[in-house]
């Protein structure tokens, strides 16, 4: 998984720090962002402003806040950072504080790191690869487990249930679903990779495509959908687009989307 390590250096890892709250959290990510030349101070200012206009929608899983914004002229390149917290700090959010790590994404545009977050949601989805990252003691070795150049970490866990061959019974058309986010460019496509993997998994994927998107977006692409995926902040903002919105808690969670799935088609 080096595109992962390619975006997150040494020098963007900071582990055991202490944060006063979710505001200074989210500047230590920042900030290192800044010191290795991926963006400006200017863009450590829009995360805040994400959490602040949006709620912590950011806080995708127990204990993960993903922190970002829009493409902007604060963002020179694409890149990430990794803090681990000390201390936990709370963001507001409803189900998933208190955070313990925060990872940071500045992209150029919506696809230049589509593979990378992919890469991510698998290996912090896998609750092994997860633990190990937890108690990585260095930034090297922390690097090391996602490069997968660990032999301790497992491989993805496969679901032992499947779903139908298609998604309706008798159907040739494509179906779409979208994953919502404020930005379409970091939660959103954390989420659609977990959905694309209880795709492969239930042989759905020649049948439904997934695409991540804005809030702005979605409401206009709605009515191509079957169902929207999102945070219950987001889901908020949305409101009624004519289509099912399905609230996800934890975004890296298989088997929560797998429910959710179900619920959707009825299986």
């Not at 992209?107 to 790191?113: C, K, Q, T």
């Not at 991540?212 to 902040?233: C, H, P, Q």
């Not at 890296?252 to 797998?258: P, Q």
Request: aromatic share 4%; proline share 6%.
């Amino acid at each position: 998984m080096r595109e992962l390590t390619d975006l997150l250096p040494a020098e963007a890892v900071r582990l055991d720090v202490r944060a006063a709250d979710w505001r200074a959290a989210i500047r230590i990510a920042g900030d290192l962002m800044v010191a290795t030349g991926v963006t400006t101070d200017d863009y450590t200012a829009e995360m805040i402003a994400n959490v602040e206009e949006n709620g912590p929608y950011i806080v995708i899983a127990p204990g993960l806040a993903f922190a970002h914004s829009r493409p902007s002229p604060a963002v020179l390149r694409t890149g990430m950072s990794w803090v681990r917290l000390a201390e936990p700090v709370e963001f507001g959010h409803e189900s998933n504080d208190p955070v313990e790590l925060v990872v940071a994404l500045a992209a150029e545009d919506s696809g230049a790191h589509t593979s990378a977050m992919a890469s991510l949601a698998r290996l912090l989805g896998d609750p092994g690869t997860a633990a190990a990252l937890a108690a990585a003691p260095t930034p090297e070795a922390l690097r090391a487990i996602l490069a997968g150049d660990n032999e301790a970490t497992p491989a993805p866990a496969v679901a032992s249930n499947t779903g139908p061959a298609k998604p309706v019974a008798g159907a040739s058309s494509m179906h779409k679903i979208l994953t919502v986010c404020g930005n379409g460019v970091g939660t959103s496509l954390f989420l659609k990779n977990t959905l694309e993997q209880v795709l492969d998994r239930w042989g759905w994927s020649k049948f439904v495509t997934v695409e991540a998107t804005d809030t702005i977006s979605a409401k206009g692409k709605a009515s191509e959908a079957v169902a929207l995926l999102t945070s219950r902040e987001i889901a908020k903002t949305l409101g009624d687009v004519g289509r099912p919105v399905k609230v996800i808690q934890d975004f890296t969670s298989t088997a929560e989307v797998d429910a959710v799935l179900r619920d959707t088609y009825d299986v």
